[in-house]
């Protein structure tokens, strides 16, 4: 059998050379009529079309790196930007309390700025997204004409003026990398609210790494320094503000996450200006409940110069950025960013405080940054691990981990 199939084999390899010579020109029309209907190879086998078919064009798709290197660009940028943005705020809002001025701006005063140039922004871009027209009526039907939906970011608004001028408070109290640090509570709050208020649970690595998180802090607190001190600073009373600050901004964070869901679509930038109705009013109101003598006699930029106007800025910019950024950058990236703030805020604080870190504040750091990664970043963590040991887990190993 296997001599058989030799032989055809054999046969049908030398077949074509002895047509050539039994018939030189008719095998050479045969090549030539195969040539001309090499543009037949460019059509589907199917070359007739049945009846009640319907052709389904498909538009040709080409693959590139310019779409992944845009994506990496801006990640990139948002990377950098979010390094600097958190450092740069830390160490400007130390700096105007903790220098040495003949008048000490008012905290209430700064965050009510704060307050009325986030509006500005966002009126601006919300007037960017809409034409002039309906700029106008785009106010009026999702600010106006829906107050229950705008009734619902009331008190998110007012809980973030509380937040931001306990923040001034803890600034006043302690160094800028103290400070930094200390203000990663919010993490611990937030997971302890999201528990309680949205019924979520979490894993036993995201509870080892709030304890971690609580732990580094609490070194931190424990460190001895000898930085430069202003008369009347009191680590204690800061720590309480941030504590507390931190709380208030955990609280308001699920909440504001919570009452969103089911409200009506409402864009970034118009939210923000539905919850500056509540903010200007309630931090103006802010002014004169705690500093009411100080304005009266002094007006309301008493002590303000560039310093001062820099650092409301920054922090009206920041504070909308944050949202651009959760948007564009992964856990991994606002890791990393909030990390090395945390290192530049300590050396900041080392030339423009004569602030000397400890051990113990160092440990306490390094537990920090660890537990940053660790609570919202090991699923990606465990994945990159894997894929180095050629073990690609599934999306749900992956969130089970």
């Known amino acids: 059998m296997f001599c058989s199939l030799y032989i055809i084999a054999s046969i049908c390899e030398v077949f074509p050379y002895i047509l050539f010579l039994k018939d030189p020109s008719g095998f050479a029309n045969r090549i030539n009529s195969m040539s001309r209907n090499d543009d037949d190879d460019k059509h589907p086998l199917l070359h007739s079309t049945p009846e009640g078919s319907v052709k389904i064009p498909v538009a040709s798709v080409s693959i590139g790196r310019e779409a992944t290197q845009t994506k990496g660009n801006m990640k990139t940028t948002i990377l950098v930007w979010l390094t600097l943005q958190n450092s740069i705020h830390t160490l400007l809002i130390r700096y105007s309390r903790a220098r040495e001025v003949d008048a ?3 905290s209430t005063v700064a965050v009510w700025l704060t307050e009325v140039i986030k509006c500005f922004i966002c009126l601006f871009l919300v007037a960017q997204e809409e034409t002039p027209r309906r700029f106008i009526y785009a106010l009026k039907t999702q600010i106006l004409e829906q107050p229950f939906d705008t009734l619902k970011v009331c008190i998110p608004a007012m809980i973030y003026i509380v937040q931001n001028n306990l923040f001034y ?3 006043s109290h ?3 990398a103290t400070f930094m640090i200390t203000s990663q509570l919010k993490i611990f709050t937030a997971a302890i609210f999201t528990v309680i208020i949205l019924r979520r649970s979490l894993n ?3 509870w080892f790494a ?9 070194l931190v607190q424990l460190q001895g320094t000898a930085s430069k001190t202003m008369d009347g600073e009191s680590p204690f009373t800061g720590f309480v503000a941030v504590v507390v600050a931190c709380c208030l901004s955990g609280f308001a964070g699920i909440y504001f996450e919570k009452i969103l869901k089911g409200s009506a679509p409402v864009s970034l930038w118009m939210r923000n200006v539905q919850m500056a109705v509540f903010a200007i009013p309630s931090s103006f109101l802010a002014i004169y409940m705690q500093d009411a003598k100080t304005v009266n006699e002094y007006g309301l930029l008493y002590g303000f110069d560039s310093i001062v106007w820099l650092t409301v800025l920054w922090y009206g910019i ?3 950025s944050v949202a651009v950024c959760i948007k564009y950058a992964d856990n991994i990236a606002k890791n990393f960013a909030t990390s090395v703030a945390i290192v530049l805020s300590t050396i900041g604080s080392m030339f ?5 870190p400890s051990l113990t504040f160092l440990l306490g750091a390094a537990l920090v940054i660890f537990s940053i990664f660790l609570y919202s970043s090991h699923q990606s963590m465990v994945a990159a691990l894997g894929r180095l040991r050629g073990e690609i887990p599934t999306t749900k190993e992956a969130f089970c981990l």
């Open 104 to 106: 000490m701006f008012v």
């Open 204 to 206: 036993t690595t995201q």
């Open 174 to 176: 302690l160094d800028a």
């Open 169 to 171: 408070v803890a600034a």
């Open 352 to 356: 423009l405080f004569d602030f000397i």
């Open 318 to 320: 920041g504070g909308l």
């Open 210 to 218: 709030l304890g971690v998180l609580f732990v580094g802090v609490s």
